[in-house]
């Protein structure tokens, strides 16, 4: 992986930032999906990342997991990421445990202590015997993230690991990525086509169309940040427009649609 | 029932006189289904041994009558007859060992190369360019029409049945074994890489166990054609075995003999059938239990 090689000859700029990409390109078969791409993100925060479907958002996410490295530019990742994805890609032949700590170093990957503790972390650690299949959606997602954690990484890689949840479940889903990413202080680069979702717990929310950072957000809301504010609904509506939707809501704030 | 019914049950409603406003009397009282029973329902393995037994009986009246006459087919009572007879003097257990071992010795040499092909061709590019184009081509040959050839290469002796049976169990071991190897999720395996899985690791964690249901699913077919093959080799020239037995009874018309030594290599079948349904069942059991069956 050139990512790898290329992090050590560049302790300087390790120093603030956890994810460096200068020009990046990657074309499959003549079709530029990712062109001439800049990003950086800083130490423990927290970068969503929008855009429509095919703009070339995955594409980025894997290549900074290390799974396409056909590309040309300069990338610099954390060596130590994990990655959550849409489906939670559990061996439905390993126990949930063994999952979590499958690909540890040495022993660890017996673990079964250190498994239960990360998924006591996500909150189902009762959960830890059974087989992947028994798993309800939103509980296989979780198995999924105490995957990515127990690596202790310094990036974590999502993928739109809520986008296969129901609406109730990715409420709660959503709330745990943000106390873990509290908890754990790692950058966290989240993939995702829902507005909302980025706001809600992004730092700085990226943009990307025709395979470059179009536009850039930074969110500075408290947390934990309401759905209804003023300024959220603004930022939604930008974003919104960005994206080419026309928000019906825009025009007006919440206050002045209640009371009309 | 306490329900109001609005139309009596396959009666026909009034047309209505307009579409707009359907008259009250359209609607249907929606009826629990009926459970009870006035006649008691047979249990579901009573009702599915009806068949075969219906046939037993059918065939034992066709002897007892003469219909069936003993030199087309001897009557069930003497099949069992012989059953005993030749149970009691050693003939058949030492039949059914000579038979056994040769299915064994070329199940176990059939089934090491199945697995040494099918992991070459499935886990290296080369291994598949060479090994599977390979065993494509050979597939077309019907492997029954090899005796002669095995019978030049072989001679008359064990050699060539156990040889036939081991050919008989490579191609459904290999091909079911290769497929699995190759339909293994690749979203499992980027994952397993992504956790950091060597390859090692990840042939052990993630590409064997994904080819163990098509596996399995082999080694039923696989072991079906032994006792297939099994059939075939012993019509050479054998000394000792089921197939023996049986062209000694042929010698003589002996149906009884005969009938009895088809029954012994379907039970024998059935046998490693059930094996293998349970081995499924116990390497399975991380599937959902709905298909936790195996096959």
Not at chain 1, 227 to 249: I, K, M, N, Q
């Amino acid at each position: 992986m050139s990512s790898d090689a290329s992090s050590a000859s560049s302790g300087d700029k390790s120093e603030t930032s956890s994810v460096d990409i200068r020009g990046l390109s990657r074309t499959f078969d003549g079709r530029t999906v990712i062109d001439d791409l800049d990003l950086t993100i800083a130490k423990g925060e927290f970068v969503a990342l929008l855009g429509h479907s095919g703009c070339g958002k995955s594409t980025l996410l894997r290549i900074l997991a290390g799974l396409d490295d056909e590309i040309s530019g300069e990338v610099i990742v954390p060596a130590r990421r994990s990655a959550a994805f849409q489906s939670p890609r559990l061996m439905p032949w390993l126990r949930v445990w063994r999952n979590v700590v499958l690909g540890l170093p040495g022993r660890a990957n017996r673990d079964r202590a250190l498994a239960t503790r990360y998924l006591a972390e996500v909150g189902i650690e009762e959960r830890a015997g059974v087989w992947p299949k028994t798993l309800s959606g939103g509980e296989a997602q979780r198995v999924s993230l105490a995957r990515a954690l127990v690596r202790e990484p310094e990036l974590l890689l999502l993928d739109e690991p809520f986008g296969a949840l129901d609406a109730l479940t990715r409420v709660n889903a959503q709330r745990l990525v943000g106390e873990l990413w509290q908890r754990h202080g790692c950058s966290i680069l989240l993939v995702t086509h829902d507005v909302e979702e980025a706001l809600l717990l992004a730092d700085r929310v990226l943009v990307m169309d025709a395979g470059g950072i179009a536009h850039e957000v930074t969110v500075d809301l408290p947390r934990p940040r309401a759905l209804g504010s003023p300024e959220f609904v603004s930022l939604r509506s930008r974003l919104l427009g960005w994206l080419g939707v026309h928000d019906a809501s825009a025009s007006e704030t919440p206050l002045e649609r209640i009371s009309s | 029932m306490s329900v109001k019914e609005y139309a009596a049950p396959g009666a026909v409603p009034p047309k209505p006189t307009a579409q707009a406003a359907a008259p009250p009397d359209t609607r249907l009282t929606i009826r629990p289904a009926r459970r009870a029973r006035r006649i008691p329902r047979l249990p579901r393995a009573v009702r599915r041994a009806i068949g075969p037994v219906g046939l037993l009986v059918a065939w034992y009246l066709g002897s007892v009558t003469g219909v069936l006459p003993e030199n087309v087919l001897a009557s069930p009572v003497d099949v069992v007859r012989q059953a005993i007879e030749l149970t009691s003097s050693g003939e058949l257990p030492r039949a059914i060992a000579a038979s056994g071992r040769r299915a064994a010795t070329g199940f176990v040499i059939g089934a090491a190369i199945a697995l040494a092909l099918s992991l070459t061709a499935g886990l290296f590019r080369l291994g598949e360019d060479v090994v599977d184009a390979s065993m494509g081509m050979f597939r077309a040959i019907p492997w029954v029409g090899l005796i002669p050839l095995f019978i030049v290469w072989f001679g008359i002796d064990e050699t060539p049945k156990i040889a036939l049976v081991a050919l008989g169990v490579t191609y459904p071991l290999y091909f079911n074994i290769y497929g699995g190897i190759r339909s293994a999720d690749s979203q499992l395996v980027e994952a397993a890489r992504m956790l950091g899985l060597g390859r090692i690791a990840l042939i052990r964690y993630v590409i064997l166990p994904s080819a163990l249901p098509g596996a399995l699913v082999g080694l039923r077919y696989a072991l079906s054609t032994a006792w297939l093959a099994l059939v075939f080799g012993e019509q050479i020239n054998a000394d000792a075995g089921i197939g023996y037995l049986m062209s000694n009874a042929e010698q003589y018309f002996r149906t009884d003999v005969i009938v009895l030594c088809l029954a012994v290599y379907a039970i024998l079948g059935l046998l490693c059938d059930f094996v293998v349904r349970l081995l499924s069942k116990r390497l399975l059991s991380w599937r959902a239990s709905f298909d936790g069956d195996g096959a």
